[in-house]
């Protein structure tokens, strides 16, 4: 059981916009810590997708965003495409744990 | 670019000792916190310690405080986790990361991973 909830899966056909939501609580998302959003390939590492809730690294196309809203956060993806079909983690720090926190993965499939 | 590879996985009995190491380059090394962040067959990703970029400070998931240590050599550009006491449980790929902040972790560059098997 995470501590940080996601869809065990969503899909979408190409071209259109599908989003990951990413549930928390008081003690993490909702305490103010920063949520990061990786995407991972089928057999391949983590790659940091979204860093400080909204913020897109050097490399990451703008069909990527994410926003936060109290204790949950949310990943979208505009102008689906079949490269994007991979799993999909949030991660957050959690103040009553003392430590990181990631949510158990959604798995994008691209119709 | 950041480059970060990591080694010395493989197979260990239950009970037994491994120390994986990570090489970086393309970076300052010294001037980054570090983590390692691991995956169980067919599971999700779980963090299990970060070090500071002077080494002075470290971290610990509760499920293996007291049997991993994390290390680093700046001289080396490499950072260490030594396994011991391991359990069935703790076999996953191991990756090491930068970590954009100590505590709070935000992996911004990802190494290949190693697999580390703990079977008798």
């Known amino acids: 059981q995470s501590v940080l909830t996601q869809p065990p899966s969503v899909s979408g056909a190409p071209g259109q916009r599908v989003t990951i939501s990413c549930t928390g609580s008081?003690?993490?998302?909702?305490?103010?810590?920063?949520v990061h959003w990786y995407q991972q390939l089928p057999g391949t590492a983590p790659k940091l997708l979204i860093y400080?809730?909204?913020n897109r690294p050097s490399g990451v196309p703008d069909r990527f965003s994410g926003s936060k809203s109290a204790t949950s956060a949310s990943l979208a993806i505009t102008g689906l495409q079949a490269e994007d079909e991979a799993d999909y983690y949030c991660q957050s720090y959690d103040s009553s744990l003392s430590d990181v926190v990631f949510g158990g993965g959604t798995k994008l499939t691209v119709l | 670019e950041v480059q970060l590879l990591e080694s010395g996985g493989g197979l260990v009995q239950p009970g037994g000792s491994l120390r994986v190491s990570c090489a970086a380059s393309?970076?300052?090394?010294?001037?980054?916190?570090m983590s390692w962040v691991r995956q169980a067959p067919g599971k999700g990703l779980e963090w299990v310690s970060a070090?500071?970029?002077?080494?002075?400070?470290?971290y610990y998931a509760d499920s293996v405080k007291g049997r991993f240590t994390i290390s680093r050599d700046n001289s080396k550009n490499t950072l260490y986790l030594q396994m011991s006491s391991l359990r069935a449980e703790d076999t996953a790929v191991y990756y090491c990361?930068?970590?954009?902040?100590?505590?709070?972790?935000?992996?911004?560059?990802w190494g290949q991973g190693t697999l580390v098997t703990v079977s008798s």
């Open positions: 400080g809730n909204g």
């Open positions: 008081s003690s993490n998302i909702g305490a103010g810590y920063d």
């Open positions: 070090i500071s970029g002077s080494g002075g400070s470290t």
């Open positions: 393309g970076l300052t090394f010294s001037s980054y916190a």
């Open positions: 990361a930068t970590s954009r902040s100590l505590i709070t972790f935000g992996g911004a560059a």
